[in-house]
């Protein structure tokens, strides 16, 4: 199942980490990978800057193997795949996600929509599915009344770019690009949903990770930022997540991968996976090749949760064949 951007090594280098992890996760994991990624991919993808329609996302709080997947078809044509791809592996389109096609009726796409996947590492526990998809009209009349039936604020300050659910879920995720952020603009983002005191936690575990770029004065990292809320209709429940490029704030592939891993001293099987699969990585570059975005997310009370999403890379000669389940290597 070779694609233009994913080795088929880096592929079975991630089945094989997995497999000594939970093999019923790898079972389900290359089930859906081989239907997804079914077809050679037409082009340099939008998924991630390497361009590979598969990446990985490690959430310990969540203890959950997370993946995303782009499909080969065109970018107008990928909602309507992604139809028949859910059919393929037993999941109905339906709930919000359903309605997504209206959002993006009669626009140019760039990227079109995204397949991700949440696959619990026990045997017996379901598969949960989540669409992205681009919004190329933030102010198009469907667009806008998704946002007021879960009243998203309409932001002069940021571009609604991407919007996402589970099929079958009323829960929305609404993501956007802002021209720039600092703390006191935070502030004013988080506000909306009562989320305001949630500040200097969210800002904390971020800063955690810094160590490259400056800081502005009120003493954010200099950075590229997005962020989304994700509620349920009427905005109840809602979750806030700051996104930043990993390599703004910490640089290398070996940094950043020490700092996560020193984020979460006892380890579970997302930890213990991700362990694993980057043990060549402080043997690659002193850049990050493989590492892309750093999320911190809060709601009204829990303690903020850290996600790291990353390309799979490849084995390197030398490394053995049974990965460790040791995460401080």
């Known amino acids: 199942m070779p694609t233009a951007n994913l080795s088929l090594s880096a592929l079975a280098h991630a089945e094989r980490v997995l497999s000594h992890v939970s093999l019923s996760a790898t079972e389900e994991f290359t089930r859906i990978t081989r239907i997804v990624l079914a077809y050679h991919a037409p082009s340099h993808g939008l998924l991630n800057r390497n361009g590979d329609p598969l990446e990985f996302a490690v959430n310990p709080a969540t203890n959950d193997l997370r993946f995303t997947m782009e499909l080969a078809a065109q970018p107008a044509a990928r909602l309507q795949g992604l139809s028949s791809v859910l ?9 919000i996600a359903a309605s997504f096609s209206t959002l993006q009726t009669g626009a140019a796409l760039r990227w079109g929509a995204w397949l991700g996947a949440r696959l619990p590492f026990q045997a017996q526990s379901p598969v949960r599915f989540k669409i992205y998809a681009e919004t190329p009209s933030p102010s198009s009349p469907p667009t806008v009344a998704l946002l007021d039936q879960y009243q998203v604020p309409h932001l002069a300050t940021a571009s609604l770019v ?5 099929p079958a879920s009323p829960r929305c995720e609404f993501y956007f690009e802002p ?4 703390a006191r603009s935070l502030v004013l983002l988080l506000a909306p949903f009562g989320l305001a005191h949630r500040l200097d936690d969210l800002t904390d575990a971020l800063c955690r990770f810094s160590f490259r770029r400056g800081y502005h004065p009120d003493g954010l990292p200099k ?41 979460h001293p006892h380890p579970n099987e997302a930890i213990t996976f991700y362990a694993n699969l980057t043990q060549s990585l402080p043997d690659l570059s002193e850049r990050a090749l493989f590492h892309n975005m750093l999320t911190v997310s809060i709601d009204g009370e829990a303690p903020p949760t850290l996600q790291l999403s990353l390309c799979p890379p490849p084995a390197l000669k030398g490394l053995p064949e049974c990965p460790s389940h040791n995460p401080s290597l």
């Open 223 to 263: 950075a590229t930022y997005g962020f989304s809320y994700s509620v349920l209709p009427g905005g109840a429940q809602p979750v806030f997540s700051l996104f930043v490029h990993a390599a703004q704030l910490a640089g290398a592939d070996l940094y950043l991968r020490r700092k996560f891993l020193a984020a």
């Open 179 to 182: 021209g720039s952020l600092t």
């Open 87 to 95: 059919a393929a592996l037993d999941t109905p389109f339906q709930g």
């Open 162 to 166: 991407m919007i996402a659910a589970s």
